[in-house]
């Protein structure tokens, strides 16, 4: 796989994705990109974002997003302008829908991928064959969020 280099940093008006890392990917995880999600007006880290490209058996209940958002920085909706700034990126690599999932308890993060335009498709508990199983793993949200018409 291709990684671009103009995916490096992502700007918004109030926060920036700035690149930590990118990776090329194995059996379990797909390629991605790895950001810190900077506060524009202060400079501070406020939490990190995941893109993961391409699917694997994995992808349908990892998602291709993963977003976490520090306790102190919540409820300004960073985890929504930073998946809102890395769809491009998904886009780039020519794919027309993302699985984003959550725990099915994790209600500001359901809200937040129901606030991106996902639908539920299902609440699915996690098979053991998956490399992020562990016993007594909560059962997970399983949103789809096209990017095209045709997804």
Do not use: Q, W
């Not at 300004?76 to 780039?92: D, S």
Request: glycine content about 8%.
């Amino acid at each position: 796989m291709e990684f671009f280099d103009c995916f490096d940093a992502l700007r918004g008006d109030e926060i920036t994705l700035r690149l930590i890392e990118k990776k090329t990917g194995d059996d379990d995880v797909p390629p991605y990109y790895y950001y810190d999600i900077i506060e524009n007006s202060t400079g501070e880290i406020a939490g990190k974002i995941s893109i993961r490209i391409g699917d694997n058996r994995h992808s349908y209940y990892n998602g291709h997003i993963g977003f976490e958002v520090k306790p102190e920085k919540r409820g300004h909706g960073y985890a929504a302008r930073a998946c809102r700034l890395v769809l491009p990126v998904a886009l780039a690599h020519g794919m027309s829908r993302l699985y984003i999932c959550c725990k099915k308890s994790n209600i500001a993060s359901r809200k937040t991928i129901e606030k991106l335009g996902a639908s539920l498709l299902e609440i699915a508990k996690i098979p053991k064959d998956c490399f992020f199983y562990h016993e007594g793993i909560e059962d997970s949200c399983i949103y789809k969020l096209s990017l095209t018409p045709d997804a």
